[in-house]
């Protein structure tokens, strides 16, 4: 796996999108977990969805493969 160099001289900073993608991806993971919508925006336009607990599923057993 390669990993992108950040042109940010900051630390933090370059660390900041992978940290906003694992809390997205708990957040959609607890919605599922409770019944509760989330608010994405996709084509510009936010939507209301109900993440399904399949989609945590598949990212597990993907990780096991490996």
Do not use: H, W
Request: charged share 35%; no cysteine.
């Amino acid at each position: 796996m390669t990993q992108e160099i950040s042109p940010l001289p900051d630390p933090d900073m370059q660390n900041a999108t992978a940290a906003l993608i694992r809390a997205a991806k708990r957040a959609r993971k607890l919605a599922a977990q409770t019944g509760t919508e989330i608010v994405v925006r996709r084509d510009g336009k936010l939507i209301r969805e109900f993440p399904k607990m399949s989609e945590f599923e598949e990212d597990t057993d993907r990780i096991e493969q490996k």
